[in-house]
């Protein structure tokens, strides 16, 4: 298992884009600004539809009193 672990790894190493990170100074920090990013997008969208689903809820509960 390890083995099959260690051979994936040396393609992505010896790939192209592998080759590229390492011999870029700019790629590897932008594509880890991306990455980030990215992420952020996605906890941000996830917390805006939780608070908009929490909010309706509230109004709901408003107009049933």
């Known amino acids: 298992m ?3 672990y260690a051979d994936g ?3 992505l190493e010896q790939s192209g ?3 590229l990170a390492r011999q870029s100074s700019w790629i590897y920090p932008f594509a ?3 990455h980030v990013l990215g992420a952020a997008f996605v906890v941000g969208a ?3 539809f939780d608070c908009a689903l929490v909010f309706r809820r509230f109004e709901d509960a408003a107009h049933r009193t």
């Open 2 to 4: 390890i083995g099959l």
């Open 9 to 11: 790894l040396r393609v």
């Open 17 to 19: 884009p592998g080759r």
């Open 32 to 34: 880890d600004v991306m």
């Open 46 to 48: 996830i917390a805006v």
